[in-house]
């Protein structure tokens, strides 16, 4: 099995690139920054920092909502891209193939004044009802 979930922050602007066939596919390329759940022996926090990929309509949607600084959970598996460099050295390059990924409903340094207030990516508001649901008013 090959899976990984990872939540974090994107580093860097979404890279955006196209195949070169007849129906160009959108490959989306970024990484994401994910503090460790401990310190370094100086105190300070530790980070991982892993490179993803995504392809098609979902590297479009990337392109499209996020950016630098943004917060996201992915999903995906871990792949191993091998090569050989200008001196003829393999190099291994790992990144993560994304299968599913979870806004962030905030961006980096906006404060969210009520705890049940979010706000989407098109900025359009709702809130979390703390009531339980009657199931008397429910249609099945």
């Not at 759940?37 to 993803?52: L, P, Q, R, S, Y």
């Not at 098609?56 to 600084?69: C, D, H, I, N």
């Not at 905030?106 to 199931?135: C, H, W």
């Amino acid at each position: 099995m090959n899976s990984i979930i990872i939540h974090g922050r994107i580093t860097r602007d979404i890279e955006m690139v196209y195949t070169n066939n007849d129906k160009p596919i959108a490959i989306a390329k970024f990484a994401v920054a994910v503090d460790r759940n401990f310190k370094d022996k100086n105190g300070e926090k530790v980070t991982d920092f892993f490179n993803c990929v995504s392809f098609g309509k979902q590297a479009e949607v990337f392109e499209k909502y996020f950016k630098k600084g943004d917060g996201i959970t992915i999903q995906g598996e871990m792949q191993n891209n091998r090569y050989k460099n200008k001196e003829g050295e393999n190099r291994d390059k790992w990144e993560i193939r994304i299968d599913k990924f979870d806004f962030e409903l905030l961006r980096k340094g906006e404060n969210n004044s009520s705890p049940n207030t979010f706000e989407t990516a098109e900025n359009q508001s709702f809130y979390v009802s703390e009531e339980e649901p009657n199931d008397e008013d429910l249609p099945f």
